[in-house]
């Protein structure tokens, strides 16, 4: 079946760059997307990217596709305080259609 | 703030009891999915509603249920409930079933006693 696996933490210097990882078994995934979720949010959605693009840039955020080997990236430029959160990888056959989540990253920063 | 409304914030609900929860739609939009988010995981598709259809369903058992209204908005319906539905429930909109974007509420807070 479709899984999408994250690990649990990443910890960060305010002002480094931060990487959150996802890899994804479904070979269908048309749509992979970057969700965030603060403390008693729901879930706000920054970018996204389809299966043929390798790469998507927007403002502080990269994304990095390598579908050979079914990995996501998200790079974080600058980050700052209020990237604090957690950070769902998710992917799709066929776009909004029943996403499937991974268990999330939690972004802590440090000072 | 995404424009879909979710409703109520927080429910406590006993074991064995129904319970129903609302959602309202972006302006524009006619299609709502929702999820189901415990605890320490990540959110897990449970159906989509598209123009008032059932349009794809994830793995739960038929004591959920939904119903999407001529104005887009949408219910999600839980018979008999179980301590392990205790959960955040996320509805989510989009323009149509395919849509690459989806914009998720805020959710509400179900407990199970």
């Known amino acids: 079946g479709e899984d999408v696996e994250q690990s649990l933490f990443l910890s960060v210097r305010e002002g480094d760059s931060s990487v959150i990882n996802c890899t994804y078994t479904?070979?269908?995934?048309?749509?992979l997307y970057w969700y965030k979720q603060e403390p008693g949010a729901g879930l706000q959605l920054l970018t996204y990217i389809f299966s043929n693009m390798d790469m998507k840039q927007d403002q502080r955020l990269t994304v990095l596709l390598n579908k050979k080997d079914k990995h996501l990236s998200l790079r974080i430029a600058d980050t700052q305080t209020g990237d604090s959160a957690i950070y769902f990888c998710?992917?799709?056959?066929?776009?909004?259609?029943?996403?499937?989540f991974g268990k999330g990253t939690h972004l802590i920063i440090q000072p | 703030e995404t424009g879909v409304t979710q409703s109520p914030t927080h429910l406590i609900k006993t074991r064995g009891q129904q319970v129903t929860l609302r959602c309202s739609s972006q302006?524009?939009?006619?299609?709502v999915s929702w999820y189901q988010q415990a605890l320490g995981q990540g959110p897990q598709f449970i159906f989509q509603?598209?123009?008032?259809?059932?349009?794809g369903r994830g793995n739960f058992p038929p004591r959920f249920s939904g119903l999407q209204f001529p104005n887009y908005s949408s219910e999600l319906n839980v018979n008999a409930l179980e301590l392990d539905d205790s959960a955040l429930y996320l509805c989510a909109s989009s323009f149509y079933s395919r849509d690459t974007e989806a914009f998720f509420g805020q959710g509400t807070r179900l407990t199970v006693v």
């Open positions: 998710a992917e799709s056959p066929r776009g909004a259609d029943g996403l499937t």
């Open positions: 479904d070979s269908s995934s048309t749509y």
């Open positions: 302006s524009g939009h006619n299609t």
């Open positions: 509603y598209y123009r008032e259809e059932e349009n």
